[in-house]
T-cell receptor, first 113, second 113 residues
């Protein structure tokens, strides 16, 4: 079963729209949740969230974590064509013998001019 | 700094052939990891290393070997390539296990016929 589930899997909007991407997780010994943006190459880091209810913001992007309900959202306001990418959510947790990140399948976001 | 480098960028193998994907970083990072990315699957951890001489298995280690003889290098070996190993492989490194500062290489696209 998937430990990290992202929705929607794909999304097409027009430039200027606001989008909300979702990430839910089901792990024990949660450490942190991370958001990455992936264009044609390697993922680039956006946010790391460890505490509930504290919004992280960078320009038009913001993200918040709800540790009680086990989910996070990534908001992008006033979208631009350059925001088109796959957005990956990853969860770091201890135990299970694997030290690393477990990724969701990603949300493929397309911004139309 | 070159960051994280990977070679080759693209490789075609026949079933049963062996090869080594190279990964190097010049940031003196202790943690290095290998991921594979398949369509619709997100990134999955293959192997990771917390320092020179120490490696461990991730989520999908079967068919792959790693070694970490130096801090800088973390090669991934395919012992007997199979079509199921067709994927894009990303190497990543971070300082002290802090996932926020994880840097990804540009990726190696592998096709196994």
């Amino acid at each position: 079963e998937d430990k990290v589930v992202q929705s929607p899997l794909s999304l097409v909007v027009h430039e200027g729209d606001t989008v909300t991407l979702n990430c839910s997780y089901e792990v024990t010994n949660f450490r942190s949740l991370l958001w990455y943006k992936q264009e044609k190459k390697a993922p680039t880091f956006l946010f790391m969230l460890t505490s509930s209810g504290i919004e992280k913001k960078s320009g038009r992007l913001s993200s918040i974590l709800d540790k009680k309900e086990l989910f996070s959202i990534l908001n992008i306001t006033a979208t631009q064509t350059g925001d088109s990418a796959v957005y990956l959510c990853a969860v770091e947790y201890s135990g299970g013998g694997a030290d690393g990140l477990t990724f969701g399948k990603g949300t493929h976001l397309i911004i139309q001019p | 700094n070159a960051g994280v480098t990977q070679t080759p960028k693209f490789q075609v193998l026949k079933t049963g052939q062996s090869m080594t994907l190279q990964c190097a970083q010049d940031m003196n990072h202790e943690y290095m990891s290998w991921y594979r990315q398949d369509p619709g699957m997100g990134l999955r951890l293959i192997h990771y290393s917390v320092g020179a001489g120490i490696t461990d298995q991730g989520e999908v280690p079967n068919g792959y070997n790693v070694s970490r003889s130096t801090t800088e290098d973390f090669p991934l070996r395919l012992l007997s390539a199979a079509p199921s190993q067709t994927s894009v492989y990303f190497c990543a490194s971070s300082y002290g296990g802090h996932q926020e500062t994880q840097y990804f290489g540009p990726g190696t696209r592998l096709l196994v016929l």
